[in-house]
């Protein structure tokens, strides 16, 4: 399945990506567009469009597109929740809501510096994605017990 969102990646657009790899779509193929051509290109092509505005996959109140997604898809994982707090309070500009998430923001801005293609970003990303889930998962296991 295609998916397409806005240029530029950060925060949510780069969560987003990893949570639809590992969660949703293994087969994803993404597609990164400037703002104003996202929706018009989704139609050309069927490809499903998130964290832009006029999208059904988008923010919605106090939550970021990550978290919308998680309530999309019924996903429930204990630690994949405790990262959307993280990925929400970085995306969100609520850095004091989460004691991870200014470290994650100050990481998609070196990251957005270091590469600026999207796909060449969120493939790079992807690992420190992967080590925040390992370590969310560490943390709801020793906060359960």
């Known amino acids: 399945m295609k998916w397409i969102t806005r240029s530029h990646v950060h925060v949510d657009r780069v969560a987003c990506p990893w949570l639809i790899t590992r969660f949703i779509d293994s087969d994803a193929e993404f597609l990164f567009v400037p703002k104003s051509k996202v929706l018009d290109v989704a139609a050309e092509t069927g490809a499903i469009p998130f964290d832009t505005a006029g999208a059904e996959l988008h923010h919605r109140d106090s939550l970021c597109t990550f978290d919308v997604m998680i309530q999309e898809y019924g ?3 204990k630690a994949l929740l405790r990262m959307a707090k993280i990925i929400n309070a970085a995306d969100t500009d609520c850095l004091e809501a989460d004691l991870l ?3 994650l923001e100050a990481i998609a801005v ?3 510096l270091r590469y600026p293609s999207d796909l060449d970003n969120i493939k790079r990303q992807f690992e420190v994605y992967d080590a925040l889930y390992a ?3 560490l943390n709801v296991a020793i906060n359960e017990a």
Do not use: H, K
């Open 135 to 137: 370590w969310c998962r």
């Open 101 to 103: 998430a200014a470290g």
């Open 75 to 77: 996903l429930t994982d």
């Open 110 to 112: 070196g990251y957005g």
